[in-house]
């Protein structure tokens, strides 16, 4: 049944943070420590204020980083690679998602609103390099970030993929809502369901469900 929904794919777009490896692992808990610490010494505020920017921005914008953007006119190059550079000693590589990507019939791209570098590291600690035809990060969308549909038509239209022939997978449901929008197969990869018009599929296990789909 979830193999015949997915008879059309010829393009997979996996998102990269809790995507391609699971929350347990932590990262975007050093992370966020960055990107407090960053907003705190850029604007020259007190942690407290630049928790609740943060939060406000990624209501209000998507990204800490795009929030920076429209009401600072921060430079996003120095940014992505300051709150970047954290440890991956959490990370292992998944042998079984591995095996279950390359199986996939068509095209295979990452698309995060982390950078390309970052994502690149982040692959190899997981043993996914090489698995993908492309690695698209924020950059690439001209430092817009999901969950703007003008994002995700950036990266489509450089990639040459048709959405209505493309799945996404994804942990953050509201970056679900364009690609739905537009056409594609979308699966919420999150620990737990979120019921909505634009998630077709939901799963706690990326690999089993790759699994069933080439079974």
């Known amino acids: 049944m979830i193999a015949h929904n997915f008879s059309h794919v010829r393009a997979w777009v996996f998102d990269l943070d809790n995507t391609l490896y699971p929350p347990s692992a932590r990262l975007f808990d050093q992370i966020e420590v960055r990107m407090t610490a960053w907003v705190m010494q850029t604007l020259g505020v007190d942690r407290a204020e630049a928790d609740r920017l943060r939060r406000h921005y990624w209501a209000t914008y998507g990204t800490t980083l795009a929030g920076l953007m429209r009401e600072h006119d921060v430079d996003p190059a120095p940014y992505l690679t ?12 998944d042998p079984a998602l591995a095996t279950h990507i390359r199986a996939l019939p068509g ?17 190899a600690a997981r043993g996914l390099g ?46 679900l809502a364009a690609p739905h929008d537009m056409g594609m197969r ?5 620990p737990e369901p979120k ?15 790759l699994a069933r789909l080439m079974a």
Do not use: C, W
């Open 82 to 93: 300051d709150v970047h550079d954290i440890s991956l000693h959490a990370l292992t590589p």
């Open 107 to 123: 095209r295979r791209i990452v698309y995060t609103n982390g950078s390309a570098p970052y994502a690149e590291r982040v692959l």
């Open 130 to 175: 090489g698995l993908f035809d492309a690695v698209y990060g924020v950059e690439h969308a001209g430092f817009r970030p999901k969950p703007e549909r003008a994002a995700f038509e950036t990266i489509f239209t450089r990639d040459g993929l048709t959405p209505t022939q493309a799945a996404m997978f994804e942990d953050d449901a509201r970056n």
């Open 186 to 190: 979308t699966v919420h990869v999150a």
């Open 195 to 209: 019921p909505a018009p634009h998630i077709h599929h939901h799963t706690d296990d990326l690999a089993g469900f």
